[in-house]
């Protein structure tokens, strides 16, 4: 299993108490497939993925990411890890609106202390795996909604991380550009194997995932019928 999680649970400070975030979850996504969670607002869903993308340290049990175990790991390793193994997929793709589609992915590279050329190369690529090949030197502002989403997914893919979290990616698109940006995932996921998990509201594409899994409340209960 690329992704872990076992008997995790997370609190935050609320009050005079402690509000549970997450009640001892346990997940494991293999790599090369996608896992869908969806549950109402306020369920868990955001913490699940934060935990995962080692962005909170849990109150107990496992995160396990490609391999190493997360706990003990301090800011500059989860930070290395997260670079190197972990691709995270916004909601929004907040683009920098001075880059072109190919500057978006080469700065990735650059934060990683990636060549410049090869980083180029590495960008074209990603960009023609997610059908944009021909818009490299376009700027956010002329590219369609659809379009910058993928970017934003290749960009996730520029370190090619074992692990792929995503956040809402069809939220602000219509219903045809939504499940071609979910048909992308799953491609790319089966493609570079990495370990997909989606968080999602649109229940209408569920049938793309591998496994679908609902949250409730801070725990992960059967899964939902697709």
């Known amino acids: 299993?690329?992704?872990?999680?076992?008997?995790?649970?997370?609190?935050?400070?609320?009050?005079?108490?402690?509000?549970?975030?997450?009640?001892?979850?346990?997940?494991?996504?293999?790599?090369?497939?996608?896992?869908?969670?969806?549950?109402?607002?306020?369920?868990?869903?955001?913490?699940?993925?934060?935990?995962?993308?080692?962005?909170?340290?849990p109150d107990s049990g496992r995160v396990v990411v490609a391999g190493t175990e997360t706990a003990g790991l301090g800011r500059k390793q989860?930070?290395?890890?997260?670079r190197e193994r972990i691709g995270i997929v916004?909601?929004?793709?907040?683009?920098?609106?001075?880059?072109?589609?190919?500057?978006?992915?080469q700065v990735m590279a650059h934060l990683s202390g990636g060549a410049v050329r090869a980083a180029r190369g590495r960008a074209l690529e990603l960009l023609d795996a997610v059908g944009l090949a021909d818009q490299a030197?376009?700027?956010?502002?002329?590219?369609?909604?659809?379009?910058?989403?993928?970017?934003?997914?290749?960009?996730?893919?520029?370190?090619?991380?074992?692990v792929l979290l995503v956040d809402?990616?069809?939220?602000?698109?219509?219903?045809?550009?939504?499940a071609a940006v979910l048909d992308l995932l799953l491609a790319l996921t089966r493609e570079r194997s990495t370990a997909t998990v989606l968080v999602t509201h649109d229940l209408?594409?569920?049938?793309?995932a591998d496994r679908t899994?609902?949250?409730d409340d801070g725990r992960l209960t059967v899964p939902e019928p697709v």
């Open 204 to 208: 209408a594409h569920l049938d793309r």
């Open 90 to 105: 916004f909601q929004q793709p907040n683009l920098l609106p001075s880059l072109t589609a190919a500057e978006q992915l």
């Open 137 to 162: 030197g376009r700027r956010p502002h002329q590219l369609s909604g659809g379009q910058r989403q993928r970017i934003n997914i290749a960009r996730a893919l520029m370190n090619d991380p074992a």
């Open 213 to 215: 899994v609902r949250m």
């Open 1 to 57: 299993m690329t992704l872990t999680l076992a008997d995790v649970t997370l609190t935050y400070p609320d009050g005079d108490g402690r509000l549970t975030a997450l009640d001892r979850i346990s997940l494991d996504v293999p790599a090369g497939s996608l896992t869908a969670v969806v549950g109402p607002s306020g369920s868990g869903k955001s913490s699940l993925l934060a935990v995962a993308a080692t962005l909170v340290t």
């Open 168 to 178: 809402e990616p069809t939220s602000a698109l219509d219903h045809e550009r939504g």
């Open 78 to 82: 989860q930070a290395r890890l997260r």
